[in-house]
């Protein structure tokens, strides 16, 4: 089982950034692909950024050029900067982890972190 914890939510004005993190723990796993979502109040979780394992990006294209997705030193932890926030950038986001599919004995299993708040004010 892998556990994700993440952190550096807040309150930050427009134009404002802030950093992301999220931190995979458990044991004998791989890590396939990380990614971010996030969900407003009474709309559907949206897919923000994924890092491949061999470190392909993608970005949805509201914050292409704005968030960046990386990966750190210790490989288990992966960040989104956000920078120009605006406030339609408000939301819960999740963090979210794809492990195995390198060998047909591990499948893939997928994780989600518990959701940080980012509150954007114009």
């Known amino acids: 089982q892998v556990q994700l914890v993440e952190s550096g939510g807040g309150v930050v004005q427009s134009g404002g950034s802030l950093r992301l993190s999220c931190a995979a723990s458990g044991s004998n796993f791989a890590i396939n692909l990380m990614g971010w979502y996030r969900q407003s109040p009474g709309q559907e979780r949206e897919l923000v950024a994924t890092l491949t394992h061999r470190g392909t990006t993608t970005y949805q294209d509201s914050v292409q050029g704005r968030f960046t997705i990386s990966r750190g030193n210790a490989k288990n932890i992966w960040y989104l900067q956000m920078s120009s926030l605006q406030p339609e950038d408000t939301a819960v986001y999740y963090c979210?982890?794809?492990?195995?599919?390198?060998?047909?004995?591990?499948?893939?299993?997928?994780?989600w972190g518990q959701g940080t708040q980012v509150t954007v004010s114009s």
């Open positions: 979210h982890l794809r492990t195995g599919g390198f060998i047909i004995e591990s499948p893939y299993k997928y994780y």
